[in-house]
């Protein structure tokens, strides 16, 4: 294995890890599978393509304030009325919330594709042991790892982390233990909107363009991560989206070039058979739980 | 006498709604074009619902991989519609296996018939899934179905013509035959769900481990509505086929799956008259939607493309918050009946509603 192809598919197994735990700590709180997730990301993305001209840092910037708003507001106009709906409900609910911001940014800003040229450096390579591995996805590696250990560090460490914890276990308990339903749920909907925006930045500079529907391959990866890792504990899920993408990425290199084109088929595949030999996902049933 | 009874009670509810069904078939019938296109239309849906609605109607498990089954069912009558000189055309190198692809035909009554039964294979396969998920692992499961479908459909170039459309399928779905087999579909689903393995499913809906105590199979049954909804799914994409005449994959994936559930929902998807009725109502409402987005209510200025995706995502967000099990709840239409209503008059028990208002909703 050679030491790019190693970089690319850390680096992708880290991005989705992101992805999966953006979904499952909503999951985990409120029992919401969150579809919309991948619009919250478009959300970010837009911000990357609107504010393309400025210095890179200002656009980044932009990224996290779109993404958190618009989290922040799905929550208050559309899962805030829910909260003591069925999973199933709130899935549904999701779904149409999805739906919403899509249609909203097609008949608005993006009613085709928009190309976001990347900033110079990304498109370079660089030397790391004697192997040619190109910037991006050296930073795709760097960033997402670092999301990965400020997320670590927010729930281990930190009062409102505990408190998401603790939530995430068993909210009914949890409230009765003076946890703030009204305090948590806001966080947690910020600390997604703050990974979906890592999450686009990255995304946005690998593709180099924005439109409406490049939502749903993140979210898809997310949900499926979650629920192939195990939605009880969020190690679990991280563990299940690192797992797909590493998958994806080895996938493309061992699939012949004529099965290519069936890469989601085989991986949904594989998504269903997980699921019928552990409905309750990978790594439920061992007990190990963040920090 | 009281058997008799019963029996004319149960059978209200699939003539209501069939009655419902034909006179939307008879507007679409007397009126021009563009109306008979949105009542053929409806009635498809009316079809895929209530295919739809005898696995989710029953086990409370939503599922949002019935629309592959109504793909199988397209592409099947593409295949076997087209006309041969046509198809060695547009087919110029199907894999050995599939050769018998170009070469055969089939009438459209057979054709409808042998596209349910090509959904309902894809239904057996992938049954013994579906009886052991439930809840949002079945969503999943279900979800993972629809992509996996499409992404083959999408790939496999040679044999379905990739993203490229699927073109020369003769018209042959009318008014009278669209309504015919959206009866057919009422019929089963209703039948379906009076049956015993219907109602021992509505049994494990409603509380699954008592259900499981009593020697419910929940399991067998579970996989039993799941074949039944993809054949009729099945029927109705081949009906949409023959009604469409050239169809593209992108039909079959997430925004047709969110119109069917927008649909089920808004009626309550736990009753088959939920389902039906909801399929008509968001017919029309997708039709004024479509006409309020190309300006015909707004003098002739066009909105942006979009806007009745948006207002049709907040009238399902509403129900949602307001209704979450949908206009009928658990309930199925029929004539008020006389005895009832002596019985209320008189102040009696509202004991025989109870159990029905009282059913909660599946988790």
């Known amino acids: 294995m050679s030491v790019d192809f190693l970089v690319a598919m850390v680096g992708m197994g880290a991005l989705y890890a992101l992805l999966t735990i953006g979904v499952a700590l909503l999951f985990g709180i409120l029992g919401l599978m969150n579809f919309a997730y991948g619009e919250v990301i478009m959300a970010a993305a837009f911000a990357m393509y609107v504010f393309r001209d400025q210095p890179w840092p200002v656009a980044v910037g932009m990224a996290v304030v779109f993404a958190v708003a618009l989290s922040l507001l799905s929550e208050r106009l559309a899962f805030f009325r829910l909260r003591d709906a069925d999973p199933v409900t709130l899935m549904i609910a999701s779904f149409a919330v999805s739906l919403a911001v899509q249609s909203l940014a097609r008949m608005t800003v993006l009613p085709r594709a928009q190309g976001v040229s990347p900033t110079g450096f990304l498109t370079r390579n660089i030397d790391v042991l004697g192997a040619s591995v190109s910037v991006r996805d050296l930073l795709m590696l760097v960033l997402c790892g670092a999301a990965l250990a400020g997320v670590a560090l927010l729930l281990g460490r930190t009062g409102l982390g505990v408190q998401l914890r603790a939530a995430a276990e068993d909210f009914q308990m949890a409230k009765c233990l003076g946890v703030r339903a009204d305090v948590v749920i806001p966080c947690a909907f910020a600390v997604v909107g703050l990974l979906a925006a890592v999450s686009a930045i990255v995304l946005v500079w690998r593709q180099g363009a924005v439109s409406a529907e490049m939502g749903l391959q993140p979210m898809l990866v997310g949900v499926v991560g979650a629920v192939v890792g195990g939605m009880s504990n969020l190690r679990g899920a991280a563990l299940g989206g690192f797992l797909l993408g590493a998958a994806t990425t080895l996938l493309e290199t061992v699939l012949p070039t004529g099965l290519i084109a069936f890469r989601d088929a085989f991986l949904f595949t594989a998504v269903i058979l997980v699921l019928v030999v552990r409905p309750q996902g990978l790594l439920s049933g061992a007990k190990v739980r963040v920090s | ?363």
């Open chain 2, 1 to 363: 006498m009281k058997m008799s009874g019963s029996l004319l009670r149960s059978a209200q509810t699939p003539v209501l709604l069939i009655g419902l069904t034909a006179l939307i078939a008879l507007v679409g019938s007397v009126a021009g074009p563009t109306v008979t296109r949105v009542s053929i239309v409806a009635l498809v849906s009316v079809v895929f619902v209530a295919g739809q609605s005898a696995f989710t109607g029953n086990s409370g498990v939503m599922s949002f991989g019935h629309v592959a089954f109504m793909a199988v069912g397209a592409y099947a009558t593409a295949y076997l519609t087209i006309p041969v000189g046509l198809k060695t055309v547009l087919f110029p190198d199907l894999p050995g296996g599939l050769g018998f692809l170009a070469q055969a035909q089939a009438g459209f009554l057979p054709a409808v018939l042998l596209s349910g039964a090509a959904a309902l294979v894809l239904g057996v396969v992938t049954a013994p899934v579906v009886a052991r998920l439930s809840g949002l692992q079945s969503g999943i499961a279900t979800l993972a179905l629809l992509i996996i479908v499409y992404n083959v459909l999408n790939g496999w170039t040679a044999v379905t013509r990739g993203s490229s459309s699927m073109i020369g399928i003769p018209r042959n779905t009318t008014v009278g035959l669209a309504l015919a087999f959206a009866a057919l579909a009422i019929v089963v689903s209703w039948a379906y769900r009076r049956s015993r393995s219907g109602l021992q499913l509505q049994a494990a809906r409603e509380d699954h481990w008592a259900a499981v105590a009593s020697g419910v199979a929940v399991g067998r049954h579970r996989a039993i509505a799941w074949v039944i909804s993809a054949f009729l799914c099945g029927v109705a994409g081949s009906l949409y086929a023959g009604f469409l005449m050239s169809f593209n994959v992108s039909a079959f994936f997430l925004s047709a799956t969110f119109a069917f559930i927008v649909m089920i929902v808004l009626g309550g998807y736990l009753s088959l008259s939920g389902a039906v009725i909801g399929a008509l109502v968001v017919s029309v409402l997708q039709e004024f939607l479509r006409r309020l987005q190309d300006g015909q209510f707004t003098g002739g200025s066009p909105l942006p493309a979009g806007v009745a995706d948006l207002i049709l995502a907040a009238v399902l967000l509403v129900v949602l918050v307001k209704a979450p099990l949908g206009l009928m709840g658990v309930r199925e239409i029929c004539l008020p009946s006389r005895a009832r209503r002596a019985r209320r008059g008189a102040g009696g028990s509202p004991g025989e509603k109870a159990p029905e208002e009282g059913a909660r909703v599946p988790a």
